[in-house]
């Protein structure tokens, strides 16, 4: 590996790093997109049945809401109806919407950096192939030896292209990977963003029995 890596040159080091931060937010974002820590399968029927008869009290509802992201979007509707008894339907959507626009911005954290060198990978690939054949036409002698073909260094030749091959696979490394996992993770993404709006949708007119109905 480190003869690889001193045979592609200087411009391979861009790429060293990208692949180190690329690996370090795929195994970040595998760790917190994980059900458990998003949307548990059972949160919401539980806090259902626990609000069945009366709103609970604030330690409770703290707990929600450290419990996950779907936990902080069900504890913003509790506090919100604890907070206003009079609160509206309209007042306790927006403050749902509100939690869940913080969850999932949140929830989106990182991938726009795993995004961005799932596209500069390929160009700093690119980057090396250029120097590579700058490193190329170095090897040529000047005058009349370079267009006979004569004069040409080939150790510095053999070097210049092996930088430019090495350069471009390793962008091509790199840059694939970190595509089809912030593909994968924006999926995800999405997914749990309708989960959250379902969760919400469900949670609203539960949450309105508890509201004072102000008179006409």
Do not use: K
């Amino acid at each position: 590996m480190i003869s690889i890596i001193q045979a592609a040159g200087w411009p391979i080091w861009p790429l060293l790093v990208c692949s180190v931060v690329a690996l370090a937010l795929v195994i970040e974002r595998f760790s917190s997109l994980r059900p458990a820590r998003v949307a548990p399968p059972r949160l919401l029927d539980e806090v259902l049945t626990l609000t069945r008869s009366n709103l609970p009290g604030p330690d409770v509802v703290n707990r929600l809401g450290g419990n996950s992201a779907l936990g902080q979007v069900l504890a913003a509707g509790l506090r919100s109806v604890i907070a206003e008894p009079r609160i509206t339907e309209e007042a306790l959507r927006q403050s749902l919407e509100g939690a869940g626009r913080i969850a999932l911005h949140r929830l989106e954290r990182y991938l726009n950096t795993l995004g961005t060198i799932a596209t500069a990978a390929p160009l700093l690939g690119l980057l090396g192939t250029v120097v590579g054949m700058i490193e190329i036409f170095g090897a040529q002698a000047p005058g009349t030896a370079l267009a006979a073909g004569a004069g040409a260094n080939p150790v510095q030749m053999a070097h210049g292209i092996s930088i430019a091959l090495y350069n471009t696979a390793f962008g091509l490394i790199v840059a694939i990977p970190s595509l089809m996992f912030y593909r994968y993770f924006r999926g995800r993404v999405d997914e749990y963003a309708l989960d959250l709006e379902q969760a919400a949708e469900r949670l609203v007119p539960h949450l309105m029995r508890f509201a004072v109905r102000t008179p006409a």
